[in-house]
């Protein structure tokens, strides 16, 4: 009877310590999808090099994140998904295309890059759990995210992306 409450006990700390953020990490809620992240470390990563990558885009006129309203104004319930969709984009797309001659540069958007990998990682679970429903809205959102993407050169449109990763921090910072 003992070992049963000791592992209870055990357990029930266990699942506590899971949930709650680790130092430096802050929670954040996505419609009903809980994630812990660090967005001051991935801040902290992209300032020192925000100037540089942004030097290097060519293309003044035109934005990935902000063209009208992508994502202002998402609705709450929406915000799993198009978060979910948005790290994958990230993981999947951007960094892959982001290497530069400058190895601390290169070292930094590694660093940023396994940041956002395991935000992503534990949005999936959320999605798998059926947790982020993807409405219409957020898809439209999305779509028009990746149709500025793929409007450029793979490489000019990862580095114009990573150039407005304070877009996309911003809006996290600012969820309810």
């Known amino acids: 009877m ?24 802050k929670l954040f809620h996505f419609g009903p999808c ?12 992209f300032t020192a090099i925000k ?13 990935i994140l902000s063209h009208p309203h992508s994502l202002h104004k998402v609705k709450l319930l929406d915000r799993c998904c198009i978060t979910h969709h948005l790290f994958n984009f990230y993981v999947d797309k951007v960094f892959k295309h982001c290497k530069t001659e400058d190895s601390y540069i290169n070292r930094k958007i590694s660093s ?7 935000v992503k990682r534990k949005l999936g679970q959320c999605y798998e759990q059926n947790k982020c429903l993807c409405g219409q809205e957020s898809k439209e959102k999305f779509k028009q995210i990746l149709a500025n993407y793929e409007g450029l050169n793979v490489t000019s449109a990862a580095i114009k992306s990573l150039g407005e990763l304070d877009i996309l921090l911003d809006w996290i910072e600012k969820s309810p």
């Open 112 to 118: 940023i890059a396994n940041s956002f990998l395991s």
């Open 34 to 45: 809980r994630v812990s992240m660090s967005v001051t470390e991935i801040r902290s990563g």
């Open 51 to 63: 100037a540089n990558i942004q030097a290097r885009d060519p293309i003044r006129t035109l934005s």
């Open 2 to 25: 003992k070992g049963s409450h000791l592992f209870l006990c055990l357990l029930s700390m266990s699942c506590c310590l899971n949930l709650m953020p680790a130092a430096g990490n």
